[in-house]
């Protein structure tokens, strides 16, 4: 899931309880519980924690409990142990056989790289060749 120059940046230990919105770059792991929604480049969610809040993100990997909604620009991943009360917003999506999504999703498109050739053109390409 990670991307080679991705490094853990900030932790939320297990016995830790957030109340608050937290936001910080690079990636985030929580073990713990918090209130608030949450903002960073990756969010990590291991089998324990609990999140009551929105998450807002690159990505998002879902190992333990989250009630609230999930933007990821790239994927969003719920292990099979995960479970997500609210929508989800993302390009990809990857729910792991026991894994738990009760809420709407919307596929987000990735930008296209490929450049449209009207028919014009392309007849005059073939004719060149």
């Known amino acids: 899931m990670f991307q080679k120059n991705e490094k853990l940046e900030t932790f939320v230990g297990k016995n830790t309880h957030i109340r608050g919105d937290l936001s ?3 990636t985030l792991r929580i073990d ?5 929604n949450v903002a960073a480049d990756w969010v990590i969610l291991g089998d324990k924690a609990v999140l009551k809040g929105d998450i807002q993100a690159s990505g998002v990997v879902v190992g333990g409990t989250v009630e609230g909604n999930l933007s990821a620009k790239e994927v969003v991943e719920i292990k099979r142990k995960g479970q997500v009360t609210g929508d989800v ?3 990809k999506l990857l729910v792991i056989e026991g894994g738990v999504l009760d809420g709407k999703v919307a596929m987000q498109r990735e930008a296209s790289n ?3 050739l009207d028919q014009e053109k392309f007849k005059e ?3 060149t060749q």
């Open 24 to 26: 910080t770059k690079g």
């Open 32 to 36: 713990g519980q918090v209130t608030g």
């Open 89 to 91: 917003v993302t390009s």
């Open 114 to 116: 490929l450049i449209e």
């Open 125 to 127: 390409v073939q004719a």
